[in-house]
């Protein structure tokens, strides 16, 4: 039916060749300098830490690998290492994968890529760490095997999943993927004779991102050479480990032990796994008897460590605490994001790991802390999802604070706890006078807590009731009351309890509850097994036997849970129906396991203890404790849950007939139909929102094919690139070409032909080729036979697939009616539960297939459009489910394949109700330019051009347009609702633009404002139901700026000689007025307005100012026009006095030195003062016409 599925399923069964995957570190720890937070958050970082050879988490790996995961025959064996990139190819040393910062090892090798389609201003980093994938099979040398795929073309695929964060508050909410292909690379350190490629393995770099800590890894084939099934890994940061100044590294909760001890596991009851589901990157486990000791693990109990905790273990304030006796074990544990929370007696601590990805700082505890110090703590009770950005759990009080509950809050790292109810206790608030609450759980959607709570009435008897508290209003109510005795089914599977039945004689004993909010199925398990859809009216499932006692209840939360009872039998529930099986021990049980022993497995041993029970990946685990040949070890071991059923089936439904002599055995097979397909399934990613990146390493220019570090730190630097691209893809402004790999090769492209002539002819710089086609986003995702894990609805969305159904046998008839032609009717059946049918609807169509004798049923499951509001992109989802199940077939129905039997008949769809993730609206700049210079007629940008803040004319009409882009599809179109624009900042400057008050923004914005502040204005007249803001949409009028007198933009001061400036910081947001979705679009971006105009009175002044500079200066021009000739006229003669001067000075100082060497006559003298006479007179004479000539002109 699901052939995905089924080759997910190979790693498990069937075949002999499954993945190796470790985790390398690069060269270098020298880290990036730090940077902003607009630069780094957001930012794909990586983490990880080494960790030298022989270090490896738990003990008992070190002394000799106990708690590995060890595979069946034909089974792959999963493994998953950290090691030094130095090693590469060799075995041994092992990192741990912990640290947080990107590195900068990378740059150098790009600053040798001097001729490459990349950027040479731009800074690259790294990860710390790589890859390292190669496979093996049983019974064959390793090395081989991948020499062997290598040659006939393997290339392992690997796509890394990236869980999105808690916090949707400080990271934004995405479901992200990047896929990429293992480099192939060889050992150089290693001699192996004549052979040429030696020991190699594949490498890819391995990203995280800010905001997850938690990440899925999953690896498959690239369809050529041997087939390998696709395998998922998980990679965990571990935030619980820290290096020493000596280069070891040390677990910061407590001391590591290396020896397994056989009284901390042998014999000891098993107990129950608490986390955040999909959350939580640590995983710990207490119970170790007398001792305050936990198993923590990273990989989900593949390898794992022995942790003594270094707290206390004090008991200070015992005497009111009505505890007989004190133990160190550690009873009580729970894992959140980045917190663990334990209990130990009446004491209750926890520890924050250092996340610096996830939290804005380091919020690291770096100790136990102890919580509730003056409270007395009977029990912890868990809360399996987060909601509102927080994580909860919460304490159950004894004591002085019997019936009241301890609520804890973990945001970011921090704890803090509220003791509920409020105004007055539970058993005050319900009238009991001894009452005690023994379970809670915690309804996200409802904001209300469901209590389970005991009450005394006598000595000999007593009496539970399930009460309701909302946490909103302070109120409780008591929901449900339940029996004092088991009911008596009388031989049904089920019993409504509408108080008319019958009891046994056995008293009702309730031990916990157990809440599914996907399907809004509440259970109460102790010695029976309630359930209800409302939490007020219950149905008793009597297949289990009352003599049992269930301890803890393991949900998978996709349609399937199982109970563990006191005695350790293991029993198991398909959601839809009330068929209860024991798995362990059974009939079935043994079988699987006689087969188990014939092949020889070391998964079982006879003397075995069940640890903990847990789902990973739909699958059934325990972590069991074995001891062979008198040593212990640690295995997590897969329950085969559909094999079981199988055995029983096969079991129950057989007969013997007598044919002659000889006796027949012939099995019934109940199932009604013999296929079972889905068809018609849509493209995923429109509800899955699965965003998906690709990239390729890049080419070698090498004859091998084989990189080296440095072509591997450029893969390194190329995909931290990629990741950075897609956290940055989130301006307002909205780029020409919706993709967030466009800027990187946009101004590259056109050479794309010249980079390919260089590595053709093996000239590219540094001995790679950089293709920039192999670096993109993927947006044509189709779908694999199966249905998604999840699907995500917005207003009025619909998903839309079919069931294809064989019959088995001869099961479609006619029937004649009077009046009317025959009529096609089947017995094969398709039934829907819906757990919200007042939220979501589904239409059901079938169509007989006569002559294939089968049924396609067409189901349509689409949203109501009514119980949910507008929210932001991935915010406070709503969440739901649909069940589709085949009539009769649960149970019954099995495909058999090579894998072995797959279930069939039920199909779980998990449904969040909401807006979906990957949504935005942008600022669609291109036609914004486009439209308002065809509607002014003209368009005048700002003196200093900002390509990505183009300016707007004060005097021309605004016409602003958006975008609606999905992120996940790449449809961006343009946005046709209602929405409200507001002014909410702005300043002349962008150094100085201020955020507005509301009071502000009411007076700014509003066109009820009566005070002579409006910054603008629009001709729309519909406006919001208390007429406060004008409502927009793409067929407004425009906006026409005003800045009135009281607004922050009138009278702006220019800065230079051009026109004032001003940037308004604009909100858009369609809440409130856009009725087509579920989105809550908010969008705040930069609006850059020049050519303000100037106040009148500054108008007026730089007026005055102006006119009186210019009259100034006419007058002085006139004035200098009459005084030229005058001023000329005095010059010149000044200048004929000076010269005059000067001759007359020269003259006597010749005639006193010549006469001191003779004696002129007198007729000479007079001679010559006749001479100096008339000379000086025409000298006199001269300027006179001069100035006559002048004056004359």
């Not at 308002?932 to 003209?938: A, C, D, S």
């Amino acid at each position: 039916m699901e052939r995905r599925e089924e080759e997910r399923g190979r790693g498990e069964k069937g075949s002999s060749f499954h993945w190796k995957v470790r985790i390398e570190k690069v060269p270098t720890e020298k880290s990036a300098p730090a940077q902003s937070e607009e630069t780094v958050r957001g930012e794909e970082t990586a983490k990880g830490e080494q960790r030298s050879h022989g270090e490896k988490a738990g003990g008992a790996e070190r002394s000799g690998g106990e708690e590995r995961v060890h595979g069946q025959k034909g089974q792959g064996e999963e493994k998953v290492f950290l090691n030094k990139f130095e090693t590469v190819g060799k075995s041994g040393a092992s990192d741990r994968f912990f640290r947080q910062e990107p590195l900068d090892a990378v740059e150098r090798v790009f600053r040798m890529l001097v001729d490459a389609p990349i950027d040479p201003d731009e800074k690259y980093l790294g990860f710390p760490y790589y890859l390292k994938i190669n496979y093996s099979c049983e019974g064959e040398p390793s090395e081989a095997l991948v020499r062997k795929g290598h040659l006939t073309g393997l290339k392992p695929v690997v796509l890394v999943t990236f869980q999105s964060p808690v916090n949707f508050r400080h990271w934004k909410i995405e479901q992200l993927q990047i896929q990429m292909e293992a480099a192939p690379f060889r050992s150089k350190a290693e001699s192996c004779g004549s052979e040429e490629l030696c020991v190699m393995s594949w490498y890819t770099p391995m990203p995280i991102k800010n905001g997850s800590v938690v990440m899925h890894v999953d690896v498959s084939s690239n369809g050529l050479g041997p087939l390998i099934p696709k395998q998922r890994f998980q990679m965990n940061i571990n935030g619980f480990l820290k290096r020493e100044q000596d280069n070891t590294i040390q677990f910061t909760v407590g001391s590591e032990l290396f020896h397994l001890v056989s009284q901390y596991f042998f014999n000891a009851p098993s107990r129950p796994l608490w986390y955040t589901v999909d959350q939580t990157p640590v995983l710990i486990l207490g119970g170790i008897p007398n001792e305050k000791s936990i198993l923590l693990t990273d990989t989900s109990f593949k390898d794992l460590s022995l942790i003594e905790l270094n707290i206390d273990s004090c008991w200070v304030g015992s005497f009111y605490c009505p505890q007989a006796d004190f133990s160190a074990t550690i009873y009580d544990t729970i894992s959140t994001e980045s917190t663990l929370f334990i209990r130990q007696n009446q004491l209750i601590y926890y520890y924050t790991g250092t996340y610096t990805t996830l939290h804005k700082g380091d919020h690291g505890s770096g100790r136990w802390v102890r919580v509730l110090a003056n409270e007395c703590i009977k029990k912890l009770c868990p809360v399996e999802f987060h909601s509102n950005g927080s994580e909860y759990m919460m304490a159950l009080s004894t004591g002085k604070h019997e019936g009241y509950v301890h609520f804890g809050t973990i945001t970011d790292g921090r704890v803090s706890f509220k003791m509920l109810p409020v105004s007055q206790s539970v058993c005050e608030g319900i009238q009991a006078t001894n009452c005690s609450i023994i379970w809670g759980a915690f309804i996200e959607g409802e904001y209300k807590l469901l209590l389970l709570v005991k009450i005394v009435v006598t000595h000999t008897r007593k009496c539970f009731q399930v009460v309701g508290y909302d946490l909103v209003t302070d109120n409780l109510s008591i929901l449900y009351k339940l029996p004092e005795f088991i009911p008596d089914a009388r031989g049904l599977e089920f019993l409504m309890m509408l108080q008319t039945e019958s009891y046994t004689n056995s008293p009702m004993v309730p031990r916990g509850m157990s809440y599914n909010p996907y399907n809004n199925i509440l259970y109460i398990w102790g010695n029976f097994l309630l359930q209800s859809y409302d939490y007020e009216n219950f149905i008793y499932l009597a297949d289990f036997p009352k003599e049992s006692s269930i301890k803890y209840l393991v949900n998978s939360f996709r349609g399937e849970l199982v109970f563990v009872t006191e005695t350790e039998e293991i029993w198991y529930l398909l959601e839809g129906s009330y068929k209860i099986y024991r798995l362990i021990p059974s009939d079935s049980w043994e079988v699987h396991i006689s087969l188990q022993v014939m092949r020889q497995s070391s998964l079982y041993t006879s003397n075995e203890t069940m640890v903990t029970l847990f789902y990973e990946q739909d699958k059934l685990y325990q972590l069991m404790y074995l001891i062979s040949k008198q040593k212990g070890r640690l295995v997590k071991r897969l329950i085969p849950v559909e094999q079981l059923l199988n055995y029983q089936l096969v079991h129950n439904h057989f007969l013997l007939e007598q044919q002659g002599a000889y006796k027949t055995l012939t099995f019934t097979n109940q199932c009604p139909f013999t296929v079972m397909r889905l068809w018609d399934l849509p493209n995923p990613q429109s509800y899955t929102r699965q965003e998906r990146y690709r990239a390729l390493p890049p080419r070698v220019l090498g004859a091998s094919g084989f990189h080296n570090e440095n072509s591997l730190a450029v893969y390194q630097g190329l995909v931290y690139y990629l990741l950075w691209l897609h956290s940055k893809y989130d301006k307002p402004y909205a780029d020409p070409v919706h993709d967030p790999t466009w800027r990187w090769w946009k101004n590259k492209k056109q050479d794309q032909d010249y980079y390919f002539y260089l590595a053709s002819n093996w000239q590219s710089a540094g001995g790679v080729h950089i293709d920039m086609a192999s670096y993109e986003k993927i947006y044509n995702l189709k779908a694999e036979y199966k249905l998604p894990e999840r699907i995500f609805l917005d207003k009025g969305t619909k998903y839309s697939f079919s069931v294809f159904l064989t019959a088995r046998g001869h099961v479609l008839k006619t029937e004649s009616e009077i009046g009317s032609s025959f009529q096609l009717e089947s017995r094969l059946g398709l039934g829907v539960l819906l757990a919200d049918p007042g939220c979501i609807e589904v239409v059901v169509k079938q169509k007989i297939l006569i002559n294939r004798n089968s049924v396609l049923f067409r189901v349509t499951l689409g949203d109501k459009k009514l119980c949910f509001d507008q929210g932001i992109s991935g915010h406070h989802l709503m969440k739901t489910s649909m069940l589709v199940k085949v009539v009769g077939s649960t149970g019954h129905c099995f495909q058999n394949t090579h894998l072995g039997p797959r279930l069939q008949g039920n199909l779980v769809v998990p449904v969040l109700i909401g807006c979906p993730p990957g949504k935005r609206l942008a600022f669609d700049i291109t036609y914004t330019l486009e439209y308002n210079r065809l509607q002014n007629k003209h368009y005048f940008d700002c003196v200093n051009v900002d390509p990505e803040m183009p300016c707007f004319l004060f005097r021309d009409k605004f016409y602003p347009f958006f975008l609606i882009q999905d992120l996940v599809t790449g449809d961006s179109g343009s946005f046709q609702g209602s929405y409200v624009l507001k002014v909410v900042g702005g300043g002349p400057t962008l150094d100085t633009i201020e955020e507005y008050s509301e009071e502000e923004i009411y007076r700014f914005n509003s066109p009820l404002d009566n005070t002579d502040s409006l910054i603008w204005t629009t001709r729309n007249t519909t406006t919001t139901e208390d007429m406060a803001f004008n409502i927009m949409s793409h067929q407004s009028l425009g906006i026409e700026w005003l800045c009135l007198q009281n607004s922050p933009c009138h009278d702006t001061i220019p800065h230079s000689i051009f026109a004032p400036e001003f940037f308004f910081k604009v909100l858009v947001s369609n809440r409130g007025v856009d009725k087509s979705t579920y989105c809550d679009y908010q969008l705040i971006f930069l609006l850059h307005i020049h050519g303000l105009p100037l106040s009148s009175k500054r108008a007026l002044l730089f007026l005055l100012v102006s006119a009186s500079v210019f009259m100034g200066l006419v007058v002085l021009y006139i004035i200098a026009c009459l005084m030229w000739p005058l001023m000329v006229k005095a010059c010149n003669i000044l200048r004929w006095k000076i010269n005059n001067l000067v001759a007359a000075e020269s003259y006597y100082t010749y005639a006193s030195s010549s006469g001191g060497f003779s004696i002129p006559s007198k007729g000479s003298s007079k001679g010559s003062s006749k001479v100096s006479s008339k000379m000086s007179e025409k000298d006199k004479a001269e300027p006179e016409q001069t100035l006559g000539k002048k004056l004359l002109t």
